[in-house]
């Protein structure tokens, strides 16, 4: 089977592996179409990005030595291409450790990761609640919140280092709607016994595939750290809480989730 084609590269990074510094890899292509995503040619236009040969990253990394940890593989969305577990044991043969940046559509090919054994980390980009309305306002009318929870639901399974990442503007989701969000990553995660982080992202409104949200107010500093407060509060209450069979306040506002 044939490599994918890689369309970017960055070969020292100290912010995509938290607590790592880790080389990036960048793969075309997205069933996803988030207003917010900031990777927009990549997306949308993949064929016209110049690609990067994987024998220029390989001899790259052979260069940086040990001083690299890792690679991060990041989109686009790395699970659409069927190649993606020939291109993680190459880096893997290398003995380089390996994060994957998914939005968990696919979870079929998670799970062929997993039983490989050839990811270390995986960063999971949670887009809302898992309810299809605001999982579609979010990703786009082909998301699909089913397929994300049984990613999580795999995860949780494993032993790997696990971020869940949520990125947060106003207009495509509620307060209610992140604390609920992360209360339900906070109970799929509960089993999990690596590491795990929630973290929750600021929009960032200037390159996006929606160039509108530029057009309308993005939280303020101090409403997102009130956000960010409150959706943490939600995760780390509802993960300990499960354990326990309890059903935390957090999902006590189901029903208002918003129908826009």
């Not at 994987?54 to 260069?63: I, P, T």
């Not at 089913?146 to 947060?168: C, I, N």
């Not at 509960?190 to 509108?212: I, N």
Request: glycine content about 10%.
């Amino acid at each position: 089977m044939s490599l994918p084609t890689l369309k970017g590269f960055l070969d020292v990074s100290f912010v995509d592996w938290p607590g790592k510094v880790a080389a990036v890899v960048f793969l075309p292509g997205c069933n996803f179409r988030c207003p917010y995503c900031h990777n927009r040619d990549l997306v949308l236009v993949p064929d016209g990005l110049a690609s990067v040969p994987v024998e220029g990253v390989l001899a790259r990394l052979e260069e940086l030595g040990g001083w690299v940890d890792g690679v991060c593989v990041t989109g686009g969305e790395p699970t659409l291409h069927p190649g993606l577990p020939e291109l993680l044991a190459l880096f893997r043969s290398r003995g380089l450790a390996i994060k994957l940046d998914t939005n968990g559509s696919h979870p079929e090919g998670l799970a062929g990761l997993l039983a490989a054994d050839l990811l270390e980390a995986v960063a999971l980009d949670l887009k809302a609640p898992l309810e299809a309305i605001p999982y579609r306002r979010n990703a786009g009318p082909g998301a699909d919140p089913a397929a994300v929870g049984k990613s999580l639901a795999l995860l949780a399974a494993s032993e790997l280092g696990v971020e869940v990442r949520t990125t947060v503007h106003p207009v495509l989701l509620s307060l209610p709607e992140v604390r609920r969000l992360a209360a339900e990553a906070g109970t799929a995660l509960a089993p999990h016994r690596g590491p795990v982080r929630f973290t929750l992202q600021r929009c960032r409104t200037g390159e996006t595939l929606d160039p509108s949200l530029s057009e309308k107010p993005a939280l303020t500093p101090e409403e997102f750290a009130r956000w960010e407060e409150e959706a943490q509060a939600c995760f780390a209450a509802q993960r300990k809480g499960a354990a326990r069979g309890e059903e935390g306040p957090c999902f006590l506002a189901k029903a208002q989730s918003t129908q826009r």
